[in-house]
Every structure is written in C-alpha cells, then in structure tokens.
C-alpha cells in the first residue's frame, strides 16, 4: 500500500491550454501513486435527453445538437491533454466487459480508418453514415478514440459495483450508497496500479472522500484547473 497518494482533478471548463496538467505534474513529482482526475461529460441518448428535458420537436432537436457541441469540446481538450499518455482507465470498464470494449475498437478500427477518405458531404447516406459514427466516437470517449487510432491503451477501473449498479425502465437509478462503493472500488483499484494513474471520469465523481477512508498513513489531495492555481491539502 502506498504511503502516498495524490489525486489530481482537472476539470472541464476553460481547456484552451495544458497549463494546469503540466502543473499537476510538477506539483506531485515524488509522490508512489498519482492519480489525475480528468474530469469527463458524457454523452446523453436522445432518447434519455427527450425525458429529462421534457422538450419535443425543433427545440428537442436544437438542445440535443447544443449538448453534443457541448460533449465534442470537452473531447477535444481531452485530445490535448491525453496527448504522450500511454495508458488511460475508463469509467464503466470492468474485468468482465473490457474484453467486449476490446472487441469493439477492434472491429471498429478499419471502418473508421476507412471512413476518413470518405467526403461527409459526398451524399445523404453517406452524411447518415458519418452522423452515426459521430455519436459512437463520442460514446467511447476521447480516450476510446485515441485507442481506436492505437495511441494508448484504455484499461479497466471498475469493480462489482458497478456491474451492480440499480436500473429501473431502461435508466440508471443515482443510489449515494452506490455511487460510493464504486468510487472507493476504483480508488483501490488505481492504487494496485500504482504510477502515475490517469483516469477519465465524470466531473461529477469526486474521489477525496473515499481516497480519506483507506487505511493510508498520509495521503495528499490536490485539486487543479485548467485555469486557476493548483492547491494541496495534505492528510494525515
């Protein structure tokens, strides 16, 4: 078990330069196990985005194209921010499906390779064809794209929890009591790891509580932007 951890989250807002990511590192240099918090938006089926909005027709279609701008900026700083990173966890991945997540970049791989001498103004179908490529790459996530172009490696993160997350008629139920063992499951897990851990993850997670309950006889917490000065709260 480390004697040191230190979590590092960068956030999404405001990723016009690597500043805060180059600060993290210089900030956590020394520490056994580092675990940089990039801070994800994902993407939301239209479908779920109709119910949780309550909007129909043209403003329906408006606000939905708006979030996916929306999700496609935070990737794109992601690119930046992920660019020389070998090895990235993903949320959602777990021992039993990344071999499934595998075999879908696997299969993906020549389409989307194939798909980039394609005009995406050459037709309707095929304007269809690269409308529906758009929301599977953004599904897999800037990471997953990067390890569709075999520029890094996605690696799991998960444990049970989330496998056991509750669902009730098709969406996902928010249990605190949840949420929780998944955090703590993937802060173990990030430590069996060690190094320098980088973690792509909703913006919403926060893991300094749970990196508080591990029986470590000091750890560090550092929060960072992109746009502001890095602070650490040391514990222990």
Known sequence: ??????????????????????????????????????????????DHFAIDTGLKG??????????LQAVERVQKSQFEILAGVKEVFGEGLTDENYP???????TLRPFHRELASFDPAAGE?????????????????????????EKLTVLPCEG????????????????????????????????????????VLGGAHDLSDNIRRLPIKKATFLIGTLSSALR???FG
């Open 1 to 46: 078990m480390p004697a040191l951890i230190l979590l590092a989250i960068i956030t999404a807002y405001d990723w016009a330069s690597r500043e805060g990511a180059a600060s993290a590192k210089d900030v956590t240099s020394g520490t056994e196990t580092r675990i940089i918090h990039i801070r994800d938006w994902h993407i939301v089926p239209k």
């Open 58 to 67: 043209k403003e329906l279609e408006e606000a939905y194209a708006e979030h």
């Open 100 to 106: 499934i997540f595998k075999a879908e970049i696997r």
């Open 125 to 149: 179908d095929t304007k269809q064809i690269f409308q529906e490529h758009r929301l599977t790459l953004l599904r897999i996530g800037a990471a997953g794209q990067l390890m569709l172009d």
């Open 160 to 199: 049970e929890a989330y496998e056991n997350r509750p669902i009730n008629n098709g969406k996902l139920v928010l249990d605190q009591k949840v949420i929780e063992a998944r955090e703590d499951a993937i802060v173990r897990n990030l430590i069996k790891s060690g190094g320098d851990c980088v973690l």
């Open 232 to 234: 650490t709260t040391r």
